[in-house]
C-alpha cells in the first residue's frame, strides 16, 4: 500500500506525533493518508474480505486502518466519522469543519524500516488511517499528502438486510458477514442447520470471514450474529436448503 507524502513537511510530522492518543470531546487524535487512485478501484479486495466494494455496498467511503486499529480483523465494518484537525493544520484541512463517514475495509500494513514520523504512518503503536482518496479529498487537499484528524465510532446506516456469503466446501463453510448496521464490526456468530436444534459458534477466520466446519449441505440455514455494541440479532432460514456454494442471502434483518 503506497502512502501519500506529498506536501509533508517537519512541522506536520511533530504535530502528528503529539497528536496521538489525545481524545478531545469524545473525538481521539490520529492522522489520515490516502491511497487507491481517484476513483479508489485499487481499493478493492482488501483484509476484511469485501471483495468489490462497489456491488457490496460500501462505496468508496472506506479506510485501511493501522495495526493498532485493524485488530487482526476484528474491527472490519465498523464506521468511523473522520475530520481533518484544522486546529494543527489550518491550510491543508477543507473550510467548514467538514466531516465524512468511512467503514473500515482494509489493513494498512507497517514499515518498520521507516521512523514512525516519516513514513511509517501504519506502525505500531500509530493509529493512522489510509483512507480511499476520495474519502480523503472530502475532509483535506491533495497536496497535503497526510493531516492529522480526529475520529470516533459511529453507527453504520446500510441499506437492506445483513448478507451471508456462502463459500467453502463439504464440512467447511465459510461465511462472509457483510453489509452490517449499528457498530457495525461482527465479535461473534453462529450457525444452525434446519435439520440441528443446536446453534454451532463460527470462528473468526480471516477479516469478516466465519467458519464452520459441520456438514450443513441440503439444509436452510440460519444465523445468529453479535456486533461490538453487544446487540445480538437472530435471523432464521436466512438460506434455502438448496443453497450452494458462492451464493449470497440477504436477511431481513439488520442493526439499527
Not at 464490526?185 to 459458534?201: C, H, L, R, T, Y
Request: charged share 10%; net charge positive; with cysteine.
Amino acid at each position: 500500500m503506497t502512502l501519500r507524502l506529498l506536501g509533508t513537511t517537519p512541522l506536520i510530522m511533530l504535530i502528528l506525533l503529539r497528536s496521538l492518543a489525545v481524545n478531545v470531546a469524545g473525538w481521539t487524535a490520529a492522522h489520515a493518508t490516502f491511497y487507491g487512485g481517484s476513483d479508489a478501484s485499487q481499493t478493492m479486495g482488501g483484509a476484511c474480505g469485501y471483495g468489490n466494494l462497489y456491488s457490496s455496498g460500501y462505496g468508496t467511503n472506506t479506510a485501511a486502518l493501522s495495526t493498532t486499529l485493524f485488530n487482526d480483523g476484528q474491527i472490519c465494518g465498523a464506521c468511523f466519522q473522520i475530520k481533518c484537525d484544522a486546529s494543527k493544520v489550518p491550510q491543508w484541512c477543507l473550510p467548514g469543519n467538514r466531516s465524512i463517514i468511512v467503514t473500515a475495509t482494509n489493513f494498512c500494513p507497517p514499515n518498520n524500516a521507516l521512523p514512525n514520523d516519516n513514513g511509517g504512518w501504519c506502525n505500531v503503536p500509530l493509529q493512522h488511517f489510509d483512507m480511499s482518496q476520495p474519502a480523503f479529498l472530502q475532509i483535506a487537499q491533495y497536496k497535503a499528502g497526510i493531516v492529522p484528524v480526529l475520529y470516533r465510532g459511529v453507527p453504520c446506516k446500510k441499506n437492506g438486510g445483513i448478507r451471508f456469503t456462502i463459500n467453502g466446501n463439504d464440512y467447511f463453510e465459510l461465511v462472509l458477514i457483510s453489509n452490517v448496521g449499528g457498530r457495525g464490526d461482527v465479535k461473534a456468530a453462529w450457525i444452525k442447520g434446519s435439520n440441528s436444534s443446536e446453534w454451532e459458534p463460527m470462528k473468526r477466520n480471516w477479516g469478516a470471514n466465519w467458519q464452520s466446519n459441520s456438514y450443513l449441505n441440503g439444509q436452510s440455514l440460519s444465523f445468529r450474529v453479535t456486533i461490538s455494541s453487544g446487540k445480538t440479532l437472530t435471523m432464521y432460514n436466512v438460506a434455502p436448503a438448496n443453497w450452494q456454494f458462492g451464493q449470497t442471502f440477504a436477511a431481513s434483518q439488520q442493526f439499527r
